[in-house]
């Protein structure tokens, strides 16, 4: 898979570090990045916009990234979309977990910035 078919991407996320290397990487490869802090902002841009690719951070303040997930699919928001849960807390078992719940991927913090779109383009594969 070519970059150009993975146009656009929103990421949900409060760190401002992740923020800056997402921002810094989706440059480079000239992709249109949406950075949004919480689940409200991201629900609101998703009845407008359908990403094809969504990175979710697991623990967000507040509303978390499963229950984020699970009200994206619920009410079909993005319905086409990837979805990628992203966390810097884990365990050898979370990326199982993230898989059962029914994410494509699944991206350890702190991120590599070298394999990233990689991973964004293998998450719209394993739809």
């Given amino acids: 898979m070519s970059t150009h078919q993975l146009a656009s991407v929103l990421l949900v996320e409060d760190d401002p570090h992740t ?3 997402f921002k810094m990487v989706m440059d480079h490869h000239q992709l249109n990045l949406t950075i949004v802090n919480d689940a409200e ?12 690719v969504i990175v979710l951070d697991i623990f967000l303040p507040g509303t978390d990234g499963y229950q984020i997930f699970n ?49 964004l383009e293998n998450a719209i594969q394993n739809k």
């Avoid at 902002?41 to 094809?52: E, N, V």
């Fill in 19 to 21: 923020c800056n290397i």
């Fill in 71 to 119: 009200r994206i699919r619920q009410q079909s928001l993005a319905p086409n979309a990837a979805i990628i849960a992203t966390t810097a807390y884990y365990t050898e078992e979370t990326q199982n977990d993230v898989m059962a719940r029914g994410f494509q991927g699944y991206l350890p913090k702190p991120l590599d910035s070298s394999s990233l779109v990689t991973s």
């Fill in 41 to 52: 902002t991201a629900f609101q841009h998703l009845q407008k916009h359908s990403p094809d």
